[in-house]
């Protein structure tokens, strides 16, 4: 299967770590991204190749991986971290290119 | 810095057919693919296809091939997105976004999405 899924909700207190799963089959030999998205803002990328942090994302922000599972790990969680995250995956030659349901994280 | 600007927000009755933009700026545009996403307000993120911007080829998401195209004009580097017969179900933002790799596909720009509205 080519699908994503993500746990619908996830709520953590502000100071707490928050943990956010996606599986998926394919996770077994593609790499995941995750992105965040606030209400009216278009996505962000937060971590690519499953433990990448993009450019200008706090080192509170990790990702990491076993099997067919990506986890997003966000430590010190704070009241601006509340938003909805999306984990993806691509093969190689994007001829299947998928996301996840989304997260919504609340602080 | 690179950016993806788009075009404004249409409103449309169903049936009728609509185009919508995304230009990119700070690359170099034929060396990317554009990749076009949608959602439907409250929903998730849906896949709709990608387009290379040097060459036009396209790969579409297994739901939406035959549903919309994807084409470019290099010259003025800029993507679009465009429906021949409009739905109802069609009303939702769609965000162009560029991949960072064109082995792994992480979208690392985007743009600030364009919200089309289908009603009669």
């Known amino acids: 299967s080519s699908e994503l899924t993500q746990p619908p909700s996830v709520s953590v207190s502000p100071g707490q770590t928050a943990t956010i799963t996606c599986s998926g089959d394919?996770?077994?030999?593609?790499?995941a991204h995750w992105y965040q998205q606030k209400p009216g803002h278009a996505p962000t990328l937060v971590i690519y190749?499953?433990?990448e942090r993009s450019s200008g994302i706090p080192d509170r922000f990790s990702g990491s991986t076993s099997g067919t599972t990506v986890t997003l790990t966000i430590s010190g969680l704070q009241a601006e971290d509340e938003a909805d995250y999306y984990c993806?995956?691509?093969?190689?030659?994007?001829?299947?290119?998928?996301f996840g349901g989304g997260t919504k994280l609340t602080v | 810095e690179e950016q993806l600007v788009q075009s404004g927000a249409q409103v449309k009755k169903p049936g009728d057919s609509l185009k919508i933009s995304c230009k990119a700026l700070?690359?170099?545009?034929?060396?990317?693919?554009i990749a076009w996403v949608r959602q439907v307000p409250g929903r998730g993120l849906d896949y709709l296809g990608l387009?290379?911007?040097?060459?036009?080829?396209?790969k579409y998401g297994p739901s939406f091939e035959g549903r919309v195209t994807m084409s470019v004009d290099k010259s003025i580097a800029t993507a679009y997105l465009q429906w021949s017969s409009l739905q109802a179900s069609d009303s939702a933002i769609y965000y162009c976004?560029?991949?960072?790799?064109?082995?792994?596909?992480?979208?690392?720009?985007w743009g600030e999405g364009t919200t089309v509205t289908v009603s009669s």
């Open positions: 976004a560029k991949p960072g790799s064109d082995r792994y596909y992480y979208m690392d720009v």
């Open positions: 700070g690359y170099t545009f034929p060396n990317y693919w």
């Open positions: 387009i290379y911007g040097g060459d036009s080829e396209t």
């Open positions: 394919v996770l077994a030999k593609q790499y």
């Open positions: 190749k499953d433990t």
């Open positions: 993806q995956s691509a093969d190689r030659s994007a001829n299947y290119v998928v």
